[in-house]
């Protein structure tokens, strides 16, 4: 029950996420929600901390591209920031934006991680698309009235997790 919410990996922050990770689980490229996952939903500007993350990456020939569900002007503000590729209004948990964003690097599924901060709409549609999926909390608590009702639908599926103890965020 509830499989295909499951993540590969519970972190608590991208930061957890490294070059050797994508080695060792053969992974190419990196497909990455914005909002509460890379910076708060209510603020525009990267840190440096995330620069460094994503040189990090770059550094070791993976690819990055960000795929939100916000819109264009929200996405391409950050994104120009840190010169990354992105997918504005993917709708996910929809397939069409995470592999717009895939074929963008040229990378099949099984080779790209998926990362975000929310079960019903990152975790749902990267299992879907047969991606390497990442679960991070949220960045902060507050969030967007939009996700409201999947935030109600998470707590359950991750309740559900915990009792199963399948449900371990790394350390
Ligand atoms: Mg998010």
Known sequence: MFKIFLPNQFYHNVFQITPVYMKR????????DLDNTLIRWDHPDATPELRDWFKGFTDAGIKVTICSNNNENRVKIFADQVGLPFVFKARKPLPLGFNRARKLMGLKSHETMVVGDQVMTDMLGGNLGGFHTILVKPIVKTD?????LNRR???VILAYFKRKKMLKWED
Do not use: P
């Open 144 to 148: 967007e009235w939009k996700t409201y």
């Open 25 to 32: 689980n053969g992974l190419k490229g990196i497909i990455t």
């Open 153 to 155: 639908m998470e707590s």
